[in-house]
């Protein structure tokens, strides 16, 4: 057998070439769609707690802008590299064009374990990865975001660092802020409303109640826990399984996600959790169940387990879980197989909202956030289905179509230049 491909980069580019071939595009086009615009490396100096220095290594990959202003995360992990940070920035090029919103896609990472830091190394280190990025970002350039291990607070100091260089307040060079400094009311929870909405759509077409439908979730940082919530407390749905870095839990009765949460703050995990049983990260991927939500880290349903998958729906919170050869697997089996830019296109969407409401300094209610949010997202995934129908194609493929065929409208609107 040969190895399969794991480089999230390789497996990004192959994607484009999958669809490039359907949409028989041409050839330098499809070079170009595959080819980041901009890519800047930095390595710059922390002062430590203990006095000492540490220098960290950082990207922003700028994918493509054809769309509008670049927009994507910022990451923080040890496993961070160059190609994962490519990877993203590309799948959030698809995913804000599927999302029918007017950015490019990019993406950020440093290279730091930032469970292993503290408050005040984290705050400096987030201050001077963005004044080392500080001249390719602005809220016309390229609006940063959290990701995994960034959150409000992370959105914060970039905003603060960012404005003081300015001399005035910028809120709109970032999104995924918390609220007293310009953030937008529903985006804390807005990936895993999209997550839920998207599930939402898909058990409508496969004739699935979700009142009582089991839902595992491998993860429990954001995207995950309000996954679990939203599922349990709004749809009735059973969440029998979820899990962190750590392990996972199951239960055949299920539990409430609330009390789950409040667990792992208190002991660090959600292993543990009373009148649960222990399982690994690998078998929670396997259990039988109505709904999986993989959102953790990329590449956890592959080749090697894809035929052991047994959800009726797997609906991506995560980016890049779940290879091309595990996505043939799946659809062979007859699992609707939600792709990372459908199912998770909820927080760049309501990233979109706060952006807007920052430019124009004037705010929306939570319902209102949820409403239109719930309209974008719905749309983005009837588009998809009619092409998965019309086509006969798999749902990522069908999400490339419609995304791919945006951009490249966009690229025979704007021509090359000169
Ligand atoms: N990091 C999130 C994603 O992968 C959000 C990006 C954003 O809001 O700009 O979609």
Redesign the pocket.
Known sequence: MVKEELNPFEIAKQQIERVGKHLKLDPGLLEILKSPQRELSVNFPVRMDDGKIRVFNGYRVQFNGALGPY???IRYHPQVNLDEVRA?SC??TW?TSLMGLPYGGS?GGVICDPKKMSKAELERMTRRYTTAISTIIGPEQD?????VYTDGQTMAWIMDTYSMNRGYSVPGVV??KPLAIGGSKGRDEA?SRGVVYTTREAAKKIKLNLKGATVAIMGYGNVGWFAAKIFHDEYGCKIVAVSDSKGGIYSEKGFDPKEVKDHKEKTGSVVGFPGTNKISNEALLELKVDVLVPAALENVITAENASRINAKIVAEGA?GPTTPAADEIMHKKGIVDIPDILA??G??T??YFEWVQNLQHFFWTLDEVRQKLDQIITTAFNNVWEVREQEKVDMRMAAYIVAVKRVVEAYRLRGIFP
Request: no cysteine.
């Open positions: 927009k994507g995360g993203l799948w959030m995913k993406k609006i940063p975001a959290p990701d999104t995924g990936t980016n998770n296109g927080g760049v309501v990233s």
